[in-house]
């Protein structure tokens, strides 16, 4: 069965960074981009960052680009989130998804979901 597994998330104060990590597996035919998203309570699900798996081009928000980090490696089958500088609007669960098709866009068309992990910035 594919999988995604998120870890790393925690209670981290303002100012602070953490690391997340999403483990795949299952994935026997690959996947076609992998991606982080986030959902606070009473809020939509927003897209963080991501890579297509063609061309190893990562993607970010426009609102985070510059503080969060997306990376990989290939021989873990991980990929990571480095998020500095967090700020309380940052307390949400991370997810990580795969598109297993070409959606033909980098924030629609994930198919496969990870648990999610709760990030939470306070002081």
């Known amino acids: 069965q594919v999988q995604l597994v998120e870890s790393g998330g925690g209670l981290v104060q303002p100012g602070g960074s953490l690391r997340l990590s999403c483990a795949a597996s299952g994935f026997t035919r690959g996947y076609y981009a992998i991606a982080w998203f986030r959902q606070a309570p009473g809020k939509g699900r927003e897209g963080v960052a991501g890579q297509r798996t063609s061309d190893g081009t990562t993607f970010y928000a426009n609102s985070l680009k510059g503080r969060f980090t997306m990376s990989r490696d290939n021989a873990k089958n991980t990929v990571y989130l480095q998020m500095n500088s967090l700020q309380p609007e940052d307390t949400a669960v991370y997810y990580c998804?795969?598109?297993?098709?070409?959606?033909?866009?980098?924030?629609?068309?994930?198919?496969?979901w990870g648990q999610g992990t709760q990030v939470t910035v306070s002081s």
């Open positions: 998804a795969t598109q297993t098709y070409a959606s033909g866009s980098n924030w629609y068309g994930y198919d496969v």
